[in-house]
């Protein structure tokens, strides 16, 4: 079922299997997916590395990802676009900046507990309704339901991760993770972002240790990274372009980057198979 508005407002919602798992090779600007296992032992590709998903699990995902099926039993499949609701300017905690969805350099994965599941299967059943309703009053709807959708992804993922207490802290980072998606080609130091934020990088870095986080610049180069693999396995550019592509002032430094991270060269990566 998919929703389109008069200004480009998109909504898909639907239930996948086996046979009809072709929505992940569709192009939609600005979307964001959000993936929720009915079975256990789904086996997904995800950039070249390969996950399996257990049953009740909710993964979410940006434009960026390249999704491979290799296995599924069903997945409720959640997609939607900017215009219909924009993750960004909507309140920080629910529009979830940094924390579901911009946190790329890994899945952000849930659990959803049985004492949460009725919550879950009672939002998605009037998702469904909603979704068949034809009057002037849908959009508004269909937009209260995927908000609440996010605030209760949110709460599961802010008990289950380690997730700051302060919210002062909890700010930091969503805008630091965020900051980074939007400039890794170009910025490549913890400095760079700490002055976006008005903090030192010491600051920063401090910030990341209290939640046992990766460090900030790990962060960055995790980045560069996932964008590396993808531009290698899914784009035409040579080796050399991507290394420009990503802000790096020759092939040989880029290939000595991307060894230390993955352990072999980009031009080896290139050739394999997935």
Request: net charge positive; glycine share 4%.
């Amino acid at each position: 079922m998919k929703f389109i508005g008069n200004t480009k407002e998109y909504l898909q919602l639907q239930t996948l299997e086996k046979g009809n798992c072709s929505v992940f090779d569709d192009v939609i600007e600005g979307s964001l997916t959000i993936l929720w296992f009915e079975s256990d032992n789904n086996i997904l590709n995800v950039d070249s590395k390969q996950y399996t998903f257990s049953k009740n699990q909710v993964v979410f995902l940006t434009e960026f990802h390249k999704v491979k099926v290799k296995s599924i039993g069903g997945i409720r499949f959640l997609r939607f676009n900017r215009p219909f609701y924009c993750v960004l300017d909507h309140d920080i905690e629910v529009g979830c900046k940094g924390i579901l969805f911009f946190g790329a350099s890994q899945l952000p994965i849930i659990d959803i507990p049985l004492d949460e599941l009725d919550r879950f299967e009672t939002l998605w059943k009037v998702f469904q309704m909603e979704m068949q309703s034809k009057d002037s009053l849908q959009i508004d709807m269909l937009q209260m339901m995927l908000k609440r959708y996010l605030i209760l992804c949110t709460r599961l993922f802010k008990s289950q991760a380690s997730y700051p207490v302060k919210k002062i802290d909890s700010d930091i980072i969503r805008d630091f993770n965020f900051l980074v998606e939007k400039h890794f080609k170009e910025k490549h130091t913890v400095a760079q972002y700490a002055e976006f934020l008005n903090k030192s990088p010491k600051t920063i870095a401090n910030i990341f240790s209290k939640i046992g986080e990766k460090t900030p610049l790990t962060y960055i180069q995790e980045r560069r990274m996932l964008e590396a693999r993808r531009l290698l396995r899914y784009s035409d550019l040579q080796v050399k372009e991507i290394a420009f592509e990503l802000g790096f002032n020759d092939l040989q430094t880029f290939s000595r980057f991307f060894k230390k991270q993955e352990g072999i060269y980009p031009s080896v990566f290139k050739e394999m198979s997935f």
